[in-house]
């Protein structure tokens, strides 16, 4: 059994990784294909000064991420996760909305402004943990939700909405039309111990860059192919031709498309049926612009309203506006480093260190919908999707789910599959 998979993000090299091992007992071969001349995907990180900063993929949580963390156990990386509490503060205008607390910054806000924006934000992820369990909840808009909320009006505009947006990368009106269990997953799977304490989110030391590196030096078996673009794949009678942009042709039994599915439903145009082609055409995405930098761009002027995580409300453009995050590493590394969606910013940073473009899925209840129906294909003529687009909500952990499911399907038997179901 041969098997190709395109794309070197977490999804294609996990999924490599668990297959790796059973090179000469279930597997006869592995190809991995990934067109840029790095691996990782969206887990990009990039030195600054003496430290780091990752481009893409950032916050970790062992308890709402159990599968990854099982990962990073295996390869000995769970030791390199640093605490990083995260704490929001929301700007509209020229002043925050809300402001949360966090234990190196401020404690809980004693105004009765403060207290009562807060209180507004509580009732909010109160109603979100509610519907945690409910499978409706997938398939219901955001602003069913959020609009019969006993809260005022403006705290849903300018506080509740940005919020939601700045996660996805999409605009303040289409955030009433996610899937709200998408849309609140994270603010409620990895919520705090007690009201007045931020959320419990980790960094991996280093970067996320690290856990591809750590991934591909593991793979013994693998044969990787980068700056191999692939430029056509067609079903023969010996199965999936695989041609690339560096003239190699591979032929394969199964085909694993860790890309987004815009590029799978190109690929496999020739080779896959109308039916995978209708559900791939129906997944969502947006183009997000991310850029690392060293001036205070995007955060208050005034250092006790910094938050790990500021979020500013643009102005109106042309009937639209967004909400962009920046992070700042301050509070989590001690580097007056910042990450920041730089995409409808109406100004770039001064002291730009790089910038990426990514392209990141819209969990829209039209997402959540096509997720169901892809899992009913999934593996049919050995053609198979992974990536954190293809279950649950878009995570590292959505991309490590989505890589063993794919591998189970490919060969039940393989030992690592067993080791990340089981480990405790």
């Known amino acids: 059994m041969r098997v190709g998979i395109i794309g070197g993000g977490i999804a294609g090299l996990t999924t490599a990784w668990l297959l790796d091992e059973s090179v000469g007992a279930g597997i006869d071969a592995i190809t991995l294909l990934e067109r840029e001349h790095r691996l990782g995907g969206h887990a990009e990180s990039v030195p600054v000064d003496d430290g780091f900063a990752d481009l893409g993929a950032q916050h970790l949580a062992p308890d709402a991420f159990p599968v990854h963390t099982r990962l990073l156990r295996r390869l000995g990386l769970d030791e390199g996760l640093i605490e990083s509490p995260l704490s929001v503060t929301v700007t509209s205008g020229t002043a925050p909305v809300v402001t949360t607390p966090h234990p190196r910054l401020r404690p809980q806000p004693t105004g009765a402004a403060g207290n009562a924006d807060l209180g507004h934000l509580n009732t909010f992820l109160a109603r979100a943990a509610e519907l945690e369990q409910d499978p409706d909840a997938w398939y219901t808009p955001v602003g069913e939700i959020v609009e019969p909320l006993d809260i005022p009006d403006r705290f849903k505009r300018e506080a509740v909405y940005p919020l939601l947006a700045s996660f996805v990368g999409c605009s303040l009106e289409a ?129 006790g309203l910094r938050s790990t995580n500021n979020i500013t409300v643009s102005e109106r453009h042309r009937g639209t506006r967004w909400a962009e995050t920046s992070t700042w590493y301050g509070p989590i590394t001690g580097a007056q480093v910042f990450k920041s969606w730089l995409t409808h910013r109406d100004r770039l940073p001064t002291e730009l260190v790089t910038a990426r473009e990514y392209h990141h899925p819209v969990p829209t209840v039209r997402n959540m919908r096509a997720q169901a129906v892809l899992e009913e294909i999934q593996g049919n003529d050995g053609l198979h999707c992974a990536g954190s687009w293809t279950v649950d909500v878009d995570s590292q952990e959505s991309a490590v789910r989505s890589a063993v499911a794919t591998a189970r399907r490919i060969l039940p038997s393989a030992q690592r599959i067993k080791a990340l179901d089981d480990e405790r």
């Open 175 to 303: 955030t009433r039309d996610l899937s709200f269990r998408a849309a609140v997953a994270f603010l409620v799977r990895n919520s705090p111990e007690s009201p007045g304490q931020p959320p419990p989110w980790r960094n991996l030391d280093g970067g996320l860059g690290g856990l591809a590196d750590s991934l591909a030096e593991r793979l013994r078996n693998t044969r990787i192919r980068k700056g191999a673009s692939v430029t056509r794949m067609r079903r023969t009678e010996h199965g999936h031709e695989i041609t690339d942009s560096t003239g190699g042709t591979e032929t394969v039994d199964h085909v694993v498309f860790a890309t987004p599915p815009d590029t799978a439903r190109r690929l496999a145009a020739d080779s896959a049926d109308p039916e995978l082609d209708g559900v791939l055409r129906r997944f969502d995405f947006v183009r997000s612009v991310v850029g690392v930098h060293r001036d205070p761009t995007y955060v208050p002027s005034e250092p």
